[in-house]
Structure formats: C-alpha cells, structure tokens
C-alpha cells in the first residue's frame, strides 16, 4: 500500500522489526542508556540546549502539556491560527481556563507578520503567544523565524509552538528562534509509529513553570525532570517504540540533518511539479505550500470522497482528505519520512488514471 496521508506515515521495515526487540525494565540500567542516547538524538534534531521529554502519547499531548505546564487560568493567550490544528491549540487552552485572543488567518494562508505584531502591540496583557510551524490541513509552512522575531524579538513574549509536522522534516531552530516550547511527535518525520511525543522546553518555560496553576498530572513536567535525574521516564514508556526510535535517529545521524531536509524539499517540489502538471492547483499559495503535506484543491465537478476512494481501491494509494471547512474541497499528499520519488509517482499516476473516470481531464500527458 502506497500510503500518503499526513501521518501516520510509513515505517521503514528495518525499523518495525527493531520493535520486536524483547521488553526491557524501563527502570533498569539499559533503559537508562537508551533513555539518555535518544534523548540527546532528539535534542540535536531540535537544534536545542533545552530540556527535552518523551511522553508516551500522541502530539496533542505534547501542545497540552506545552500549555499546562506553562499557564494559569485566566492567563492572557495569543493564539494564532491558519488551520484546524491552530485552532485546536486555542481550543486546548481555552478548555484549560486561559483567557485567548484569537488571530485567525484564512485557512490556505500564512500568519501576517504585520498583523501579529499589531495584535501584540495592542494587547500588551498577553504574554504567551501560541502558534502552528507547519498547518497540516491546509499544508501550509508558516515563517516561524519571522514570526518568533517578532514575539520575542520585539515583544518578549513565551512563544508555544506546535511543530508536530514539521521538527524532523522542516528545519526548525528551536534555541536560535528562541522558541520556549516545541512539540512533536513521533508519527511524523521521524520514521516512528504513533505513540511518542516530543516537547522541548527552555528555562523561560521552566520560570513560567513555577507559577503556573493549571491542573496537570501526567502531563506534568516537573516530574519527568526529576525522574530524568535517575535516568527514568515517571510512567511505564512505550518501550517498542524507544528501540525504533534509537534506530531511526541513528539513521537520521548518519544521512545528516541537512540532507534529510533537503530530500524532504526536493520530493516535496516533485510533488508539486506532477501536481500542476495534471492541471490540478495547488491549495495553498505556492510560496508557502509545505515540504512535509501538499494541499491540492479539489476540480471543480470531482467529488473528493469518490477521488478518494478510487485512488485507494484501484491503485492502492491512499490520500488524505480535506478537515473542517476544507472538507471535499481539498485532499493531502503526505510526503514525510523517507518518501521516494517512486512513491511519488505512484500517486500522480492514480491521480492520473482515476480523474477522467470522475470528468476531469487531467493535462499531464506531458509528464
Ligand atoms: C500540526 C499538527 N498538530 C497537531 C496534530 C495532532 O497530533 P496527534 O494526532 O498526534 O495528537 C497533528 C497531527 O496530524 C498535526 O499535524
């Protein structure tokens, strides 16, 4: 199965058959060098001095605990959203008690530097800023360099940052940007099967920490500092998915962090290219478009859920739908991991072999 969705993506088989590795205790000697080897392997991709955890959990976890480890209940909240998981990040810490002013951007586009930075200069009460590196529904890359310069740069600001599709496949430079928080997950660029997520945190965030009221238990940082001290994880980790990680991370050192970013730009723009090429377009803006999720919009007369379906049953690859208001209107390419050029082709192939049953004639003979 060609599977391209934005996550979970697929898994490369040397690293599935690390996870049949027998159990080991997770308060163990072993555990301990494993614990402090990938740890330090996760830190370098985040380009970051920073602390750094593991939760065994999904990356929703990680955007939550970015919040409660950081806020109190009625904390003044920018939130800053081009897309479903924006929004869903506001959600969060609304759900929590934070008191959130939403900037909103229209799905498809890229957060205005100009506006964020005229929000913050007319709600001085805010003092954490909430945002998304790369919007997995729209498949949209925002300009967090530009974005964290003006939050901390120019307003110092605690900047939370969902980079759950983008860190291991966008360069994202979480100490050079001074960005407090970062969180990921395992599912994305990294290789990994879901159930681990990442989240860096920063002294800044730490101070934040010792004030902050928000109820938290297992997502509570503190913990998983002191138990770090001994070389533990707090909670029973998903201990599978350690032995992959550890693995994957040593691939990721060998083939080097740049050229992994590269080969995620390069079949990225491949995607777009075969794209264009069927007469397809692309939803978002080309400028900002994503190297891990391309967006396509859906022709006008093709029912996205036919295409869909189609795509899956006669050529067995299967795309990501549209979310929320985008739903039908667009589908998603997912091009993480180790997504070759084949890979690739498969797909514009079924699209191409399943639009003119649908009454859209593709234009890519060209290709
Ligand atoms: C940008 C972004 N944020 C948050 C999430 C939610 O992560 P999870 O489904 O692992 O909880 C995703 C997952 O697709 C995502 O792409």
Redesign the pocket.
């Known amino acids: 199965m060609n599977l391209r969705i934005?996550?979970p993506i697929p898994v490369p088989e040397d690293i599935l058959a690390t996870m049949a590795t027998p159990m080991m205790n997770h308060r163990g000697p072993q555990f301990k060098e494993l614990l402090y080897r990938v740890t330090d392997g996760v830190k370098q991709v985040f380009d970051t001095k920073n602390d750094l955890y593991i939760l065994t959990s999904?990356?929703?976890?990680a955007?939550e605990a970015a919040i409660v480890n950081t806020l109190s209940p009625r904390d003044k909240v920018l939130n800053v959203s081009i897309g479903s998981?924006g929004d869903?990040f506001g959600q969060i810490a609304g759900i929590y008690g934070a008191d959130i002013t939403k900037l909103d951007f229209p799905w498809g586009s890229t957060v205005d530097i100009d506006a964020l930075r005229d929000t913050l200069k007319a709600n001085p009460g805010i003092g954490t800023v909430m945002v998304?590196h790369?919007?997995?529904s729209t498949g949209v890359t925002n300009d967090l360099e530009a974005i964290a310069s003006v939050v901390k740069g120019e307003f110092d600001k605690l900047l939370l940052v969902?980079g759950?599709?983008s860190v291991c496949s966008i360069p994202l430079q979480t100490d050079a940007w001074g960005c407090d928080v970062v969180a990921t997950?395992s599912?994305?660029g990294w290789m990994l099967p879901?159930g681990l997520?990442f989240i860096s945190f920063s002294e800044r965030a730490w101070e934040a920490h010792a004030s902050a009221k928000m109820p938290k238990f297992y997502l509570d940082l503190a913990q998983y500092r002191s138990y770090y001290e001994k070389g533990q994880p707090p909670y029973t980790p998903a201990v599978s998915i350690y032995y992959a990680l550890d693995l994957a991370i040593a691939q990721l050192q060998e083939e080097g962090i740049d050229a992994l970013f590269a080969r995620h730009a390069r079949i990225a723009e491949m995607t777009r290219e075969g794209i264009k090429d069927l007469g397809l377009s692309l939803f978002p803006d080309e400028r900002y478009a994503s190297n891990t999720v391309t967006a396509v919009s859906i022709p006008e007369g093709v029912v996205a859920s036919d295409l869909l379906r189609i795509v899956r049953e006669d050529h067995n690859v299967v795309l990501g739908g549209g979310q929320g208001p985008v739903d039908g209107k667009i589908f998603r390419i997912g091009h993480m991991g180790k997504t070759t050029s084949d890979d690739i082709r498969g797909v514009l192939d079924a699209l191409a072999a399943s639009l003119p049953k649908l009454g859209f004639a593709p234009a890519g003979a060209a290709r």
């Open positions: 934005p996550g999904s990356g929703t976890s955007m998981f869903r998304t790369n919007e997995t969902d759950i599709s997950a599912q994305k879901p997520a």
